[in-house]
């Protein structure tokens, strides 16, 4: 276990004094290996907003895991948590879930880049948005054209962001910030989060709030919300489930696919096309469209130019499925005529000792939970 986690940070990073190795948590406590008590002061980073072992979200946890925990279609817990942030986030219509932070902050990158058919990502500079190569592209292994995609401007420098889009005209796929300086503590300042709306618009990019660490900590819409920013992609994850492995991220509509395979056209993008996309590399590597996604073929773009294999995972990249496996002497043939395999679908049992799940929606909930405003943070946070 070299730097014992993976991540951008270690034990190591906390210094002398602090423990390496940690036995239990419980509440605002966590004990070391040696019996040594502490209190987390960091929260286990940010996510243990209501403390460890919280019962009201542990016990709702145990009611899942016993009615199912890896299941392999969404449950009535998924719908009910994706109704429940869509309607508290004013600027959000479409969820998906993840399991981490990089999670949605990669998902929100995917997204923009798919839609716009750029490759490029623009973050404040030293920004930390994910521990994967297209956010973390100096790292040893990591393919010299991340470092190429992505560019950076100085927080709250409207100017260079300008310059960035200037110097790369039809490139840009995503603007995306956090609600405040994560370096520094620095606010936005007056004006920022409009102009860099006004940027994205007129270079047809996307603006994805990266609000992974701040989210519902300064207004359940969204961090957005408290500042008054218009982003198209919100990301969340570390209070969003006291430590249990969970992110979503959110979009607007017209997002719903790229607009090869869009009925109505993203207004943010659709100002100005892609004059030169420098990805994908050649004319017949051009963005995955659905049939060609769903085709299972692994014929995309990553296999006409090795240099950038790996690039873009997206699921169209990935190899032909494996063949169904013969069962009961059915021919492939007939295998592929016979109705799609799944789960047996069987009559729900009368009289089941477990009651049905109440039928709730968030939506009538939504406009009248906002969330307290927060004062701006003017110190530096320690959480990764
Ligand atoms: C601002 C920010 N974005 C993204 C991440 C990545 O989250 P995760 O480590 O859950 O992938 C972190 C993690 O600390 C973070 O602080």
């Not at 981490?100 to 930390?128: C, E, F, K, L, Q």
């Not at 991340?146 to 950076?152: C, F, M």
């Not at 790996?310 to 190899?319: Q, Y």
Request: hydrophobic share 35%.
């Amino acid at each position: 276990m070299p730097g014992g986690v993976y991540g951008h940070q270690n034990g190591a990073a906390l210094g002398e004094g602090h423990p390496r190795f940690l036995a239990r948590a419980e509440r605002a406590r966590v004990w070391d290996v040696d019996g040594n008590e502490y209190v987390d002061w960091m929260c286990a980073y940010g996510p243990m907003i209501l403390g460890y072992g919280h019962p009201a979200v542990e016990s709702a946890v145990a009611e899942q895991v016993a009615a199912g925990d890896c299941l392999p279609l969404p449950g009535p817990r998924m719908v009910e948590l994706a109704e429940r942030l869509v309607a508290l986030t004013p600027r959000a219509d479409l969820v998906v879930f993840g399991k981490n932070g990089a999670d949605a902050t990669s998902w929100a990158v995917d997204v923009a880049r798919a839609h716009t058919g750029r490759p490029r990502i623009v973050r404040a500079r030293g920004a930390y948005h994910a521990a994967r190569p297209w956010a973390l592209p100096h790292l040893p292994g990591v393919p010299a054209h991340h470092r190429d995609d992505l560019l950076e401007f100085a927080w709250n420098d409207l100017d260079e962001l300008r310059a960035c889009f200037a110097a790369h005209p039809g490139e840009i796929a995503v603007v995306m910030t956090t609600p405040f300086d994560h370096q520094t503590g620095a606010a936005p300042a007056p004006g920022f989060f409009a102009g860099l709306r006004a940027l994205c618009d007129e270079h047809g990019a996307l603006f994805a709030m990266e609000d992974v660490r701040a989210g519902f900590r300064f207004h359940l819409g969204g961090s957005c919300e408290h500042w008054g920013a218009a982003p198209d992609l919100i990301c969340y994850s570390k209070a969003i489930a006291n430590g249990h492995a969970l992110s979503a991220a959110l979009a607007r509509e017209a997002l719903r696919a790229p607009p090869s395979a869009s009925t109505s056209p993203a207004p943010s993008s659709s100002r100005a096309a892609p004059s030169r996309p420098r990805w994908p590399p050649s004319p017949s590597a051009s963005a995955p469209t659905p049939s060609r996604r769903s085709s299972g073929s692994g014929d995309c773009s990553c296999r006409g130019s090795p240099s950038r294999r790996g690039a873009m995972e997206s699921p169209s990249c990935r190899p032909a499925s494996p063949r169904r496996i013969r069962s009961g002497g059915a021919s492939a043939a007939g295998a592929r005529s016979s109705p799609r395999p799944g789960p047996t679908r069987t009559r729900p049992t009368t009289g089941s000792s477990r009651p049905p799940t109440p039928r709730r929606t968030w939506r009538g909930r939504s406009r009248r939970a906002s969330g307290r405003s927060g004062r701006s943070r003017r110190r530096p946070d320690p959480s990764p």
